[in-house]
């Protein structure tokens, strides 16, 4: 195990293994969230209470995951890459910054959207809203602050640092509805014991989130091949590549 992870973090096999990952990432993702859609779309029922405005739960919580998710990533490979030096971690970092950025502004519209017919307003300063929207904020400091700074190794480290305070954020988004009043609700998937929402709703949903995840891994993979070939740029199996 410790040999394999020593040859993905060498960038010339990472950028063969990503490429070889795409084509099988893309088909997966086109698995999942075709059978999202269907399910989200044609195959659940309408809410008892919420009618058919509930369908965009099926957008909304998979956006909202992946925004969660991608910085818990982006906080692991800021500890790669200050604590072991190792510099696919910055790639990544630098790959999921963005993709991260959008998720999170996509979670933002689609609560507000849901939030109109259900709160009668379109933006309220609740807990997880406000701080979904300071992790929004947090995605576009990594990103200004690596555009900011022209030495690489400093804005990577400066970079690093910054996710790695920001992460305090995750778990106050994760438990603002249990610590706070709130209007949003609170668990409904993550109560596997006894999730609060059908299973005819449930597993389009997890599917959703899945081709999320997935398609996340595609872009992400696409954008740290080219990162990852603007570093080593000089390097000679670089070269030989575009010979």
């Avoid at 701080?131 to 030495?151: C, D």
């Avoid at 970079?159 to 994760?174: C, E, F, K, M, R």
């Avoid at 599917?207 to 891994?217: D, K």
Wanted: glycine residues 6%.
């Amino acid at each position: 195990m410790y040999a394999f992870l020593y040859k993905l973090a060498s960038p010339k096999k990472f950028y063969q293994m990503a490429g070889q990952l795409i084509p099988w990432c893309s088909g997966l993702a086109i698995l999942l969230i075709g059978y999202g859609l269907l399910g989200a779309l044609v195959l659940s029922p309408a809410d008892y209470q919420q009618g058919d405005a509930y369908r965009i739960i099926y957008i909304h919580v998979p956006s909202a995951f992946l925004s969660m998710f991608i910085y818990l990533m982006m906080a692991f490979c800021a500890l790669l890459s200050l604590v072991w030096r190792i510099k696919l971690a910055d790639v990544v970092l630098t790959a999921s910054a963005s993709i991260g950025a959008w998720f999170t502004f996509l979670a933002l519209i689609t609560g507000s959207i849901w939030g109109k017919p259900m709160w009668g307003t379109w933006w309220i300063w609740d807990a997880r809203l406000t701080s979904e929207l300071i992790l929004g904020f947090l995605y576009l400091g990594v990103i200004a602050l690596k555009s900011a700074i022209p030495n690489r190794e400093q804005k990577d480290k400066a970079s690093a640092i910054l996710v790695l305070v920001g992460s305090i954020n995750i778990p106050i988004i994760h438990y603002s509805v249990y610590w706070w009043n709130t209007l949003h609700q609170g668990a409904t998937i993550s109560r596997f014991a006894k999730p609060a929402i059908a299973p005819s709703m449930l597993y389009p949903l997890l599917s959703m989130i899945a081709g999320f995840l997935v398609y996340y891994v595609i872009v992400m993979l696409i954008k740290a091949r080219t990162e990852v070939l603007y570093r080593e740029r000089r390097s000679t199996w670089v070269k030989e590549l575009f010979k």
